[in-house]
């Protein structure tokens, strides 16, 4: 007789830690064949995670501000290890990467997902364009999760959405692979001393649409640093599709309520404009994708324009003072700039 070798579970995707707050993180993964699987905490604690492939596990009862490390278990057999923070509940050291229009499978990809991991940000924010062409299911391994492995198993994931995630079935394999906050495709999230919008700028702003309902007031909410957070530029030309309806009814709220950056992808280069009515607009399409020249398009003016370079924004926020520097693969800053919140 001879016995057949069991083929051992393995992950495909993650695990990714999504969601975060103070008090609560959800752990994600994919493995190669159904089975129970866990997430058991340092401290002996085991969140069932489910069965089948895709695993969800939710944790609760967070300590703010804690760095916590994680196995990924189905049985007795471990499949892999993680760690996150917990979101600070007040004004703490933290750092974020901020990456778009990356999802290309590519080597400027890996190259931009090694220079982010080599920061150990506490969470990355994606700008869109995720995974090209199309978003569909089948590209996601390819164009994020195993390009941001590494990354994942130590930083919170919070993703926009772009004009390329949206083009199969609406973004919905992106929206299923992921737990966003809210609805996930716009959602509010705090981490110390700052508040982040994140909006879905292929979805309608005009008057009483739900988003625009939201943007209001989420954009409205208190607090130090206030960054908000798209895909497409308001400010690119007036021919530009979506941007006459982020500039009529999105600008006028960020500007109202005071937030400082606006995070955008889109553009294929990176692009920091000087202030526009006490808002900077910053571009970060230089993910991966293959690079333009559209930042010369803009409509409002620029302070600083890198074009032809792979990269992504590094912000490092410590109290009331943020420094943001925008580093290429060659592991030049290429911009550096300042900014105190009250």
């Not at 919905?172 to 700052?194: Q, V």
Request: hydrophobic fraction near 40%; charged fraction near 20%; aromatic fraction near 10%.
């Amino acid at each position: 007789m001879i016995a057949e070798a069991v083929a051992a579970v393995a992950l495909t995707r993650g695990p990714v830690a999504e969601s975060v707050t103070q008090r609560s993180a959800i752990i994600s993964f994919r493995t190669t064949a159904p089975d129970h699987s866990f997430v058991i905490l340092r401290n002996g604690a085991r969140i069932d995670a489910g069965t089948g492939v895709d695993h969800v596990a939710r944790l609760t009862r967070l300590t703010p501000g804690m760095h916590y490390t994680y196995s990924v278990s189905t049985g007795s057999e471990v499949l892999a290890q993680g760690r996150f923070r917990a979101a600070p509940a007040r004004a703490a050291r933290f750092t974020f990467a901020v990456v778009g229009d990356f999802g290309s499978g590519n080597e400027n990809e890996a190259a931009v997902a090694s220079l982010i991991e080599s920061w150990h940000p506490d969470f990355v924010l994606t700008v869109g364009d995720n995974a090209y062409p199309t978003g569909s299911d089948e590209v996601l391994d390819r164009d994020i999760f195993s390009p941001y492995a590494a990354v994942m198993r130590e930083s919170a994931w919070f993703p926009a959405l772009g004009n390329h995630d949206v083009k199969t079935s609406g973004g919905k394999p992106e929206l299923d692979a992921f737990h966003s906050l809210g609805n996930e495709r716009w959602y509010r999230f705090t981490w110390g001393n700052a508040g982040v919008v994140v909006l879905d700028s292929n979805t309608s702003v005009d008057p009483g649409s739900p988003q625009l309902r939201f943007a209001r007031s989420s954009l409205a909410l208190r607090s130090c640093f206030r960054f908000a957070a798209w895909h497409h530029p308001p400010w690119e030309p007036p021919a530009a599709s979506l941007s006459p309806g982020l500039r009529r009814n999105i600008v006028p709220l960020v500007e109202k309520h005071g937030t400082q950056v606006v995070f955008e992808g889109h553009l294929h280069a990176y692009a920091r404009s000087r202030p526009h009515h006490g808002v900077l607009y910053v571009a970060v399409g230089t993910g991966g994708a293959q690079l333009d020249n559209d930042a010369a398009k803009l409509t409002i003016p620029s302070a600083r324009v890198v074009q032809g370079r792979f990269g992504a924004l590094r912000v490092d926020v410590a109290g009331r003072a943020a420094r943001f520097r925008y580093q290429t693969v060659d592991g030049m800053v290429r911009d550096d700039f300042r900014l105190n919140c009250s």
